[in-house]
């Protein structure tokens, strides 16, 4: 295969969910352009509708526009709210319910109810809201808020999740919010308060957000999503020949682990056109082809690549070498137990590989990789074995294709348009 040309990703789905979420507690009317419009963000915008917020529609192209209401904008739901298959929807509206005087359920998909939410859940209950969940601390989950009092947590996992679900009980609630994490995870949602002239105090790994009177509505442009530009960076580096550019990309260094990665297997990727939107750091990035070699990853840098473990470890597949990811059990308590599949999944193709605990190991390889991947309907294990499918000889067939909609819905359609046929 050869990679050529230029190419844009869909806009960041954190920041995305963060924007929508913000727009709604800001006084008066916001317009932001680029936001994801896909199955989890679409969740969120479904939720903050049945709570009384006025979301244009996401669709690509257009500038999504929110009434906020402020700090308190939300009414009682009428029915339960389905937050689809988004974790972030979940935990980030848990979060804001906590500092609202009504009830509200939440639910899921079959994917979202399996997956535990009491690192969010718990830290809520000690600032003051009554949160019941299914068994397991699972969805459903039921959430009445009221006074909250000021909280400090500390964390003992780095989530960003955890960390906004707190600062935004601790806006909606006016009370200060401290988190202190054991590393730092990404700081979207702190770069953004920042952006809105919110004061946010940063020492060491623990940040600290005060009540605030309100947030001023805002306009701006949401970068393209550093995890889904890192699929079409990757098919580059597998590629034969040629050259890759993806422009307007988010590059905030919380976010990009990956690319220190790819540099210790031998690759490079080249940051240009630098510039700044919503008070995030954009750039173009540039891939070519590398002969890769094994790397390992430690604990301390799992936060700013864990969505991108399964594809480096489909790159460590052709990788001269073994390759180690030590402390990413975290995958195991994603959309999927994405730690066994990504292992199963390159025993099925021919790799030798294995998981034990929260270490992965997989040992590169010059065959071809070929059998049928199992993605248990996880978008990132679809897009990760999809380029792993592009090397040549490969014949990976995906048992569920379409389960990329929830991040990227035109995947498949770019990365066919970037790679050609020597």
Request: net charge positive.
């Amino acid at each position: 295969m050869i990679a050529r040309g230029e190419a844009e990703v869909p806009g960041d789905k954190s920041i995305s969910h963060r924007v929508l979420f913000l727009a709604a507690l800001a006084a008066g009317r916001s317009a932001f352009r680029g936001a994801l419009a896909a199955g989890d963000t679409r969740a969120t915008a479904a939720c903050l509708r049945a709570l009384g917020v006025e979301v244009s529609p996401l669709s690509d192209g257009h500038a999504v526009r929110v009434a906020g209401r402020g700090l308190r904008p939300f009414r009682a739901p009428r029915g339960v709210l389905d937050c689809r298959n988004s974790g972030t929807t979940a935990r980030l509206l848990l979060g804001l319910l906590s500092g609202h005087p009504f009830g509200a359920t939440l639910t899921g998909d079959r994917s979202l109810r399996r997956r535990p939410i009491g690192r969010v859940a718990e830290p809520l209950r000690a600032m003051g809201a009554a949160i019941a969940t299914a068994e397991g601390g699972r969805l459903p989950a039921t959430v009445r808020g009221g006074p909250l009092r000021p909280y400090e947590h500390a964390s003992p996992v780095a989530s960003a999740q955890v960390k906004t679900a707190l600062i935004f009980a601790g806006l909606v609630g006016g009370v200060p919010v401290t988190v202190r994490e054991p590393v730092v995870s990404r700081d979207h949602t702190e770069r953004l308060l920042r952006f809105l002239g919110v004061t946010v105090k940063v020492a060491g790994t623990a940040v600290t957000v005060h009540s605030v009177e309100g947030i001023p509505a805002f306009e701006g442009k949401v970068p393209g999503d550093f995890s889904s530009a890192a699929y079409l960076l990757a098919a580059a580096v597998a590629a034969e020949s040629g050259e890759l550019a993806v422009r307007r990309v988010g590059v905030n260094p919380t976010r990009t682990g990956f690319v220190a990665a790819l540099e210790r297997m031998g690759a490079r990727l080249d940051v240009v056109d630098r510039a700044a939107y919503l008070g995030e750091p954009v750039a173009t990035l540039v891939a070519r082809p590398a002969a890769l070699r094994a790397v390992e990853i430690g604990p301390a840098e799992v936060p700013s690549l864990v969505d991108e473990v399964p594809l480096l470890a489909c790159l460590a597949a052709r990788a001269e070498g073994t390759s180690v990811f030590r402390g990413v059990g975290e995958l195991r308590v994603k959309e999927s137990d994405r730690l066994a599949l990504v292992a199963r999944n390159l025993v099925a193709l021919g790799v030798r590989a294995g998981s034990e605990g929260d270490t992965l190991f997989v040992e590169g390889t010059d065959a071809p990789p070929r059998g049928c991947v199992t993605t248990a309907g996880d978008h990132r294990l679809a897009m990760a074995f999809a380029v792993l499918g592009t090397v040549p000889g490969a014949a990976v067939a995906l048992d569920d294709a379409r389960c990329v909609a929830v991040s990227y819905p035109h995947f498949f359609r770019d990365l066919a348009a970037v790679l050609h046929h020597a």
